[in-house]
């Protein structure tokens, strides 16, 4: 679908937070997608991400299964792909938090019953904290994660 090679075509998106998307040389091959963000305006639910400036992206085929590389600072983040099917159906699929530093990649299974064929309409990086519960009372929630910056890059549609 695309590697990032090319960040003309995306535009930033944020929810209770700020920051930009641009290039960045350091991808997983080749350039990346540079997502810089800053959740200190809120303690409710906040978000970054992308989004195809076109308004969907159209995936070739019936794919099972979307991937993505994310190099992250490992601050627990929510990732999400917003996909759209024929029917005009919005399908988030939210595969798991990213929880380690550096590259990993990233697999988001197309759920049962998906009318193709399929747009991409958002990719999403975001944080829940009221929902989180510790134990640890020296925890603080803003102590992590409050500003920093991820790598995508390769995303892919798998046949």
């Known amino acids: 679908m695309d590697t990032f090679d090319d960040t003309s075509n995306w535009d930033f998106w944020s929810l209770r937070a700020t920051g930009t998307a641009s290039s960045a040389p350091d991808g997983h091959a080749g350039n990346g997608l540079k997502l810089d963000y800053d959740f200190t305006q809120s303690t409710q639910t906040r978000g970054v991400g ?27 983040q929510r990732t999400r792909l917003e996909v759209v099917d024929r029917d005009g159906t919005l399908h988030t699929i939210e595969p798991a938090f990213i929880t380690e530093p550096g590259w990993q990649q990233i697999t988001y299974d197309v ?49």
């Open 50 to 76: 992308i989004w195809p400036s076109a308004g969907l992206l159209p995936v070739a085929g019936q794919p099972a299964a979307f991937k993505l590389w994310v190099k992250s600072e490992g601050h627990d």
């Open 111 to 159: 759920p049962d019953g998906m009318a193709y064929p399929v747009s991409l309409h958002r990719v999403r990086i975001g944080v829940h904290l009221e929902l989180e519960v510790h134990t640890d009372p020296a925890w603080d929630p803003l102590a992590r994660g409050r500003r920093g910056h991820l790598v995508l890059d390769g995303k892919a549609a798998p046949p």
